[in-house]
């Protein structure tokens, strides 16, 4: 599991220019599975990268069904952050400043979409939000609200999946954040709620843009819990990963131009965070 | 100012004092248990060694830690009865803190970190912003106004972290090592216009230390706890004069003993006798200051009568003097120039002979323990 909440929580401390080396070879034994390490995790990104078709590139970008999927999944992705954000960050604050019996099993249950297959999360949301399942029954009777296999049901789906992200990074920086502010608020005259609104969130801004990068980033690549629990309709739930899915099996080109709108993506994403994690000691 | 941010008490209230509280924490194996009155303009240290209870009497009177026993009742209103289940939250109450690392909002400007307080008492932002600017003004700050904490000096921060406590108008203004931050020099001007702003706060201050100098200079009176416990309590030149305790002697730079007192002649614990220069009987406290104590390489012959053999622990500078800690019969320090320093070629675990005038003591009666 990513120790996000060491990694995002606070600013660290300047790695030490030079370290003292120590003189002598690198054995063998560990340089030839590094170097198979990193090839490994390389060359198939070389491979997609080698076999594009970068001379129909443009033309194929602009296929309705291209951009359709792109514009689904984008906003989807986004929705779902949202909707992580207005519940997650809530959620991390209680789990970072408020004392409760079974905060640990909370904190546990919080993380159990992380390393859950996708494709079980799928199948737990349709129990419970199928037209038949526990809660979608009623919402299908009172309100004639249907969220399998809609674009709402994808929303649900990613945010089920990338919620525990935003948890993680939002709690580890409410955390690392000095308390003592929150007290001195308090010694204003500001009660809870606004000491929250007006001195927390801006502190813990940086961990909860960056919490908010990791979920929206989880929610596009989002694929085993939206095909169970949204399938695969184009334009309604059809969305990028789904898409290539779908178009390796009929055309490769496509499956890779499609890849490679994902790879740019991801490529963005970590140039955001950058100096937030990659750049560990 | 406006009224309805005062909480001030009324005229026949004044009488009273503005803080009556007896704080009582129990923290395991720790308990502070302090009896603490505050008059309204009146500024009280509260000083104590590291780990005697002084960040939790600060806390206990801001809300932020619940009393365990006791009472806190300020301006008139109970803020906290343990007995009675009574426990006003910090938002409520009428206190201002300044904090010993300020705690300024980094994301605020220096105004809106002193508007903050006026806002959430119900001003308006343009009310909330004029009054901060006032603030800053009388702190001399007007032109830091919109610069971040990180914009600002060690002294400035400091002026913007009171500014912000006093902004709320409180009956109790609690500073933490206010001064504690800063360098020497930053903090010998900063002192003086502390100085000034708590004799202008006509609500009761405590000032939390455990700097000896910004109790005197600032407090016009010292409560000074060890172990949760009060051991002294009174104006500067009486417990500068009389230190009760070990630790005051040292805060205020004297050499103290405990003994029993038969007309001048005084006999410490430890069996050593000395002879003072007031006739009392029974347990006193003997005082001298450092710089009573003469060094000599041989006996010397004549007047003074407390002499005794010592051996050299330790030398630091002091001022432009050296302070020379020496141990034998009795643990004594001795202030001696550097000149005669040289002459007597002093070196640690050197033997020399140590001599204080009967006239340099002072004797005063020992409270019974």
């Not at chain 2, 959430?120 to 343009?126: A, I, N």
Request: glycine share 8%; aromatic share 6%; hydrophobic share 50%.
């Amino acid at each position: 599991m990513p120790r996000l909440d060491t990694t995002v929580a606070r600013p660290r401390p300047a790695a030490p220019r030079q370290r003292p080396r120590r003189a002598g070879r690198i054995p063998l034994a560990l340089l030839l599975p590094a170097v198979l390490g990193l090839l490994f995790l390389i060359l198939p990104l070389a491979g997609l990268l080698a076999r594009a078709p970068w001379a129909t590139l443009p033309q194929r970008l602009t296929e309705p069904g291209v951009l359709t999927a792109l514009r689904l999944s984008l906003l989807t992705a986004t929705l779902a952050t949202l909707l992580c954000l207005a519940l997650g960050v809530p959620l991390a604050w209680l789990l970072a400043r408020i004392e409760f019996p079974g905060r640990r099993i909370v904190r546990a249950l919080v993380t159990v979409p992380l390393v859950l297959p996708p494709v079980v999360g799928g199948v737990a949301l349709l129990l419970v939000f199928g037209r038949r399942g526990l809660l979608g029954s009623w919402l299908d009777s009172t309100f004639g609200v249907t969220l399998p296999f809609t674009t709402t049901g994808v929303v649900l789906a990613e945010a089920f999946v990338a919620m525990p992200f935003l948890v993680i990074a939002v709690e580890g920086a409410l955390r690392g954040a000095d308390s003592r502010y929150e007290e001195a608020a308090a010694t204003l005259g500001a009660n809870r709620w606004t000491t929250f609104t007006h001195v927390t969130l801006p502190l813990v801004a940086p961990g909860i843009a960056a919490g908010g990068v990791l979920c929206w980033a989880r929610a596009l690549g989002e694929f085993g819990a939206t095909i169970t629990f949204a399938g695969n309709f184009p334009g309604r739930t059809q969305t990028m990963p789904l898409a290539v899915y779908l178009a390796l099996e009929t055309d490769l080109e496509a499956a890779i131009v499609l890849s490679l709108v994902l790879l740019a993506v991801s490529v963005a994403i970590l140039a955001t965070l950058r100096d937030r994690w990659i750049s560990a000691p | 100012m406006t009224a309805d941010l005062t909480v001030h008490p009324s005229a026949p209230q004044v009488l009273e004092p503005l803080l009556d509280a007896h704080l009582v924490v129990d923290r395991g194996s720790f308990r502070l248990d302090l009896p603490l009155t505050i008059s309204s303009g009146e500024v009280v240290a509260l000083l104590g060694p590291n780990g005697a209870g002084k960040s939790t009497a600060l806390r206990a009177l801001a809300g932020l830690l619940g009393l365990s026993a006791g009472h806190l009742t300020l301006a008139g209103h109970e803020l906290d009865r343990p007995g009675s289940r009574i426990r006003v939250p910090t938002e409520q109450r009428p206190v201002g803190v300044v904090f010993q690392d300020y705690l300024l909002f980094p994301h605020l400007s220096a105004l809106d970190n002193v508007a903050f307080g006026p806002r959430r008492h119900g001003l308006d932002r343009r009310q909330a912003r004029q009054r901060a600017a006032d603030w800053l003004d009388r702190m001399g700050l007007a032109e830091h106004s919109r610069r971040k904490p990180r914009q600002l000096s060690g002294g400035q921060a400091q002026r913007v972290a009171l500014a912000r406590a006093l902004a709320v108008a409180p009956a109790l203004l609690l500073l933490d090592e206010p001064l504690a931050a800063l360098d020497a020099r930053t903090r010998l001007d900063t002192r003086a216009q502390l100085q000034r702003h708590l004799a202008a706060h006509p609500g009761a201050t405590l000032l939390v230390t455990h700097d000896p100098l910004d109790a005197l200079v600032l407090a016009d009176r010292l409560v000074i706890i060890e172990h949760g416990q009060v051991v002294q309590e009174g104006d500067a030149a009486t417990i500068t004069a009389q230190p009760r305790t070990d630790y005051v002697a040292r805060l205020v730079g004297l050499n103290l003993y405990r003994g029993r007192a038969t007309g001048q002649t005084v006999l410490l614990s430890d069996g050593f006798r000395l002879t003072a220069a007031e006739q009392h009987d029974g347990d006193v406290f003997v005082a001298f200051p450092p710089s009573a104590v003469a060094l000599h390489p041989e006996r010397p012959d004549g007047s003074p009568r407390n002499t005794w053999p010592a051996a050299i622990s330790g030398i630091q500078p002091n001022g432009d003097n050296l302070r020379v800690q020496l141990s034998g019969p009795i643990e004594v320090a001795a202030d001696i120039t550097p000149l005669a320093a040289a002459q007597l070629h002093l070196a640690p675990g050197q033997r020399v002979w140590a001599a204080v005038k009967a006239t340099e003591t002072r004797t005063y009666p020992a409270a019974p323990d």
